[in-house]
């Protein structure tokens, strides 16, 4: 256990025997939250839509269970969470709730006995919406079959498992509070603004975390490590930032899996393929117009490796070599990509950006981007894994980021990502 | 003059780059993902554990895709290149390998005894009827090349990848549909004949027309995998 886990673990105990004195702090809905899919006028229709929106499903439905029943297993730092049965079973689901319930849930961050829930459940974003979309997306969950399936219990280490100790967490980093519009800003803002930070609950991967979980800042979406990729911030340029894309190349990536040579691979192609690309399309829009309205940072690249290191040298210069062998049949000699087939590397910032976790799963893993209605055939990337060992990868990697500010890649980067499940 | 140059060059570029393009624009391009455990165009690799995929009948091949999805099959790499694709391109994906004809190697020389060798050729034709073990011709082909479109052939796949298939299916951890006439079948093996059956198939050349033929599965056994899959 590193010293940081450590404090983290002590600092959680402290709070937790501290903060039941102090309460939540709920603030009131203003009535100026932005109306999403207000054409459905059926309540379970458009609960539907929101669940779908929300992706839900993503995390209530084990590989090849039931839709909703739960049961996937989220691997976090503080363990292993099972996404709970939330089909209207009276004995293992949510048959027994009321609209009360759920939105003491989504809003609360409360269980039906009032136990605080673990915030691996985005109530952190989910507080932000409409007491209208909640009975939605109720009314939604109650037409499902009841599927009977029993809920398994988390497996936490000590002392996260200590479920009452999450009152100081909540005192610290949870305030429950509907969605407040920005009158400085327009409507298709303020909407991406419900979608993004609310309902999309975007911020539940693309924000940094401190040593406890929270969100460090909502205002800058900073990126950090999740489901063992990372995911990259939505407010740097050389991340993840839409700033310089135009305003239909950002729509086509969120809808289509892959735009303007980049492609979304892990988490994130799941996330497209279940929910983003079946969105409507002002709703896609509205989440651009919010994302490339984020204020943009440029934080200071971390020091570049002395170029007289000869080890680092030796690393860049065997990783040319492998690259030729391995990767330049398709993606060019140069790096340049061979479109349709494969993207550039050189200068495609999925590889200079300084965290290498990901670029290191898709050489060990390769992966296709997802298919959606626009690209219903995409190309793959060859799994690795068996083929190049964790040096080479390193190599290949440092060969590829030579001209930028990245960190140096270490075969030990490369290796702890050869544990863990796959996403 | 520079005009004219620069003309020239962009007609020339355009006429190298489209072909380029239509020549990626392919199946066998975006079934390169594959090679890497598969071979060249899934014709297996000299020394690996991955099956042999070209030329296995397509209704297979569909079905083992989605097995990987559902769990039937556990395989994380498998299931996670094919989770977040629609069954069309699975579909797709299934004939691609299906219809690729291309040679065999010659099967590597066994390492087990002749009298393993002998068991295992005698389980693969007759069965054990003792104990009521149907023959794999019975289902797979007389010439064990398979049927179409559903029935995959056994020849030319490796030893391990055979033995493991089949104490997968002991064990539980490979599945297909119900009823899973294979279970029954491999339930019925121990050790010794898991390794006398797997090592005979894998020392067995193909014969000139490896093809899987349509026909009919003589078993007597109720097999869901048989059914078109849905």
New interface residues.
Partial sequence: MTRSRVAAALLFALLGTAAVLFGDRPTGDNGDAPQIAADIADPVARGAYLALAANCRGCHTARAGVAYAGGRAIPTPFGTFYAPNITPDDDTGIGRWDADDFWRALHEGRGDGGEPLYPVFPYTHYTKLTRRDADAMFAYLRSLPAERRENRGHALRFPYDQRWMLAGWRALFFTPGVYAADADRGAQWNRGAYLVQGLGHCGACHEARNALGAIRSREHPAGGIVLDWYAPALDVAREAGLHDWTHEQAVALLRDGQANGASTLGPMAEVVHDSLQHLEAEDLDAMVTYLQALPARDPAPSPPAPATDATIAASRERGGVLYRDHCADCHGRRAEGRSPAAPALAGNRALTMDSAVNPIRAILYGGFAPGTHAVPEPFGMPPFSAELDDQQIADILNWLRRDSAAAVVRDYDVRRQRTGPLW | MKAALRLLAAVVLTAACAP??AE??T?A?????????HGDRGRATPDGYFPRIAGKPAGYLYAQLLHF????RQH??M???L????P??LM?MATYFATLDLPYPAPPVPQASPAVLARGAALVRDGDPGRRLPACTDCHGAALTGLQPAVPGLLGLPQDYLAAQLGAWRSGTRKAREPDCMATIARQLDAGDIEAISAWLAAQPLPRDAHAPAGEVHGTLHCGSLEPTR
């Fill in positions: 380029a393009r990626l624009d199946m391009q975006r079934m390169r993902a594959c090679e890497t455990c999805r559902s769990g039937r994380a790499q299931a996670y290149l989770d977040r694709q629609t069309a391109y797709r």
